[in-house]
């Protein structure tokens, strides 16, 4: 059932625009591999073979970790409703933070962008479409205030005093490079 594609389609795009939740995994070449769902329309398809996603603080900073030490990354997006629908998208992807003037540009891409960390460029090398029939029919409420709140509340210097205390590294001790100071990249 499942079918593998070198690029979106049109119609595989209007899929993604419509979905409420992504999940992106990442993985260094030794330690833990990391699942991570998002949300909050952060993700926006830039062509057929390239999407952007922004990355809010959070409590962790796998991704970035793990991106730095290799560059592979899966999205998987999921239908919770209509016809059933597993998509996932394979490649490589970098970090642009805020110091670099590729973020600069591309978050014009986000409206409200309290709390971004990074932008995730992925180049996708497969697209893969997988039945779904197993995933549960949910109905969207909202999306949650609480992560926007809570970095309006913190602050410009805040977010930056968290990164330092909470983004420095992974569980397996990598590296993340949120704070290292360079004029631009």
């Known amino acids: 059932m499942a079918k593998q594609l070198d690029s979106l389609t049109e119609k595989l795009t209007d899929f993604i625009n419509e979905q409420h939740i992504f999940f992106v995994g990442t993985a260094a070449s030794d330690g833990r591999v990391n699942v991570s769902p998002k949300g909050m329309d952060t993700l926006r398809v830039t062509g057929p073979n390239e999407l952007i996603w922004l990355n809010l603080t959070g409590s962790g900073n796998e991704t970035a970790a793990h991106i730095l030490q290799n560059n592979r990354m899966t999205i998987m997006f999921c239908a919770f409703e209509g016809k059933p629908l597993i998509l996932r998208l394979y490649g490589q992807s970098e970090i642009l933070h805020p110091r670099n003037d590729a973020f600069k540009e ?32 949910m109905d969207f409420q909202q999306d949650r205030s609480i992560l926007k709140d809570w970095a309006k509340n913190k602050g410009e210097s805040g977010i930056k005093e968290y990164w330092k205390e909470k983004n420095q590294s992974s569980l397996d001790g990598y590296k993340t490079n949120i704070l290292i100071d360079h004029s631009s990249n």
């Open 106 to 137: 591309l978050i014009k891409n986000f409206g409200d962008t309290e709390g971004a960390r990074q932008i995730f460029r992925m180049k996708i090398d497969l697209v893969q479409t997988s039945c779904g029939f197993a995933v549960p029919l």
